[in-house]
């Protein structure tokens, strides 16, 4: 098969395997939506799922992202998703629409502040982690006092939540643990309404649990074992 198949097909098989887990959970299919995460694969692939009918990209280097970004398209929604460093901000404030790993104050403030014109969108990654923070996003006990700072900041508009499974853990748990953890939150700061949660190895879970954005790489693209 040539890539165009492969890709096509894999997106195809993505595409409805939601569509199935959507039903089985009662959800409309239309609160979704699937971010092909393209980290590290070649710009012609990002061109295959962009004559596909793909529009959200997620990336997680800014360097890699901004060179993609000058390349495709302006219709496109770039998500970070990565690991932030503050040195980075304001390069990553010129692609991406949405940041979905905000854990620290000082973060949201840089971007605040690069984004005065229109406000950021941004998710704030919750830990799932035991010890909490250990691989990034703010231990669930933290997040409301969290929040509280980042909300009353006027260059950013707190979309949702996001978090990754925790590696030792990958089952039910944690996602029951995320929708309670994101229907408390919500209940205090109801702008938040997306959940960003569930990979390749998790997304049908994460949409029984309440995931709107699913962020999803290697089932559409493959192994990133091409590094
Ligand atoms: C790489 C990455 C993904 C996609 O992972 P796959 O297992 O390839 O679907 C999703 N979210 C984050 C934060 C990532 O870094």
Redesign the pocket.
Known sequence: MNRQAEIKNNLQIVQDRISVACSNAGRDINEITLVA?T?TFDIKDLEILYSLGIRQF?E?RDQEASKKFKELPNDINWHF??QIQSNKLKSICNWARYI??VDQLKHAQIISDLSSDSPKSIFIQVSLDNPPESRGGVDPDKLEALAVEVSKLKGVSIEGLMA?APIDNPGTQAFVNLQRIHNNFKSKFPQARHLSAG???DYEMAILHGATHL?????ILGN?DHL
Do not use: A, L
């Open positions: 995460v980290k997620g997680n998703q990565g979905h790993s990754v990979m390749s190895g962020r999803i790489g290697s089932s990133r």
